[in-house]
């Protein structure tokens, strides 16, 4: 069967890796979170003092880039991939609100996306692939197959993040999650360097209303019509 490219891109919080990972399970695809590589890379700025007291040394940072290496490994129990910075698994330490705060200041530099950039269309370069991001659509992959463009409200997204921080057991204040949602897709959507916007070939699902499995069933059969 001929293996395509599914780019799913979209703002914060709209389910896009939920739904990235049914679809790679079903097709046997490999998945790749982008998010969780600009995250890894935030969390080392975070460990090495590059961002303190709402300073942040993008110059060390971007002298640092060569020698920081993100990758993936199979979590052996749950078989789902996780992301590594220097050999270290670090999945469990990415997605605290401290690392979405810092994130998307991170992912406006641009020597940062080119890293990380060449690095996914490495791994995308046999196809095979559902990748989700911000710029996969427009800029990773622009001759993917498939590009859907995910969105939702802005307070029904950060229900979600809120609720996922909770299970995972941390303090968190709703509305501190609701202006983070909010301060990042304004950072996202107004940055100079490949900023979050719909590529003119998406498809736009919007699941302010829809439940997670009428919208994997509806992206199957996009991705069922292309292969
Ligand atoms: O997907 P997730 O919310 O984990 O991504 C975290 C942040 O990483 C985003 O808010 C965005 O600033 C950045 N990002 C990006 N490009 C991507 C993926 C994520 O700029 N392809």
Same mark, same amino acid.
């Given at each position: 069967m001929k293996k395509i490219t599914i780019a799913i891109d979209g703002y914060s919080s709209t389910g896009k890796s939920t739904v990235a990972k049914q679809l790679a399970d079903w097709l046997e695809y490999i998945y790749v979170d982008?998010?969780?590589m600009y995250r890894a890379l935030t969390l080392y700025s975070m460990e090495n003092s590059l961002i303190a007291d709402g300073f942040f040394d993008k110059e060390s940072l971007i002298k640092k880039l060569d020698d920081i290496e993100i990758a993936f490994t199979r979590n052996t129990d749950s078989g789902k991939a996780e992301v590594?910075?220097?050999?270290?698994?670090?999945?469990?330490?990415?997605?605290?609100?401290e690392v979405s705060t810092?994130?998307?200041?991170?992912a406006?530099?641009?020597? +940062?996306?080119?890293?990380?950039?060449?690095?996914?269309?490495? /791994?995308?370069?046999?196809?095979? #692939?559902? /990748? =989700?991001?911000?710029?996969?659509?427009t800029v990773v992959f622009p001759d993917a197959e498939l590009k859907i463009f995910m969105t939702a409200s802005a307070e029904e997204r950060a229900k979600r993040r809120y609720q996922e921080l909770l299970d995972r057991g941390d303090t968190v204040n709703y509305k501190a999650v609701l202006a983070n949602v909010v301060e990042r897709d304004h950072i996202d959507?107004?940055?100079? =360097?490949?900023?979050?916007?719909?590529?003119?070939?998406?498809? +736009? #699902? =919007?699941n302010t209303h829809t439940n997670v499995s009428d919208q994997f069933h509806t992206?199957?059969?996009?991705?069922k019509d292309r292969i």
């Open positions: 982008t998010g969780a590594t910075l220097n050999g270290k698994n670090v999945e469990k330490h990415i997605r605290t609100l810092f994130v998307s200041p991170i406006t530099v641009s020597e +940062v996306r080119a890293k990380l950039v060449e690095q996914q269309q490495k /791994m995308g370069a046999s196809k095979g #692939i559902v /990748m =989700d991001g911000r710029d996969i659509g959507t107004t940055r100079a =360097d490949s900023p979050l916007v719909q590529a003119d070939d998406a498809i +736009v #699902i =919007d992206i199957l059969q996009l991705a």
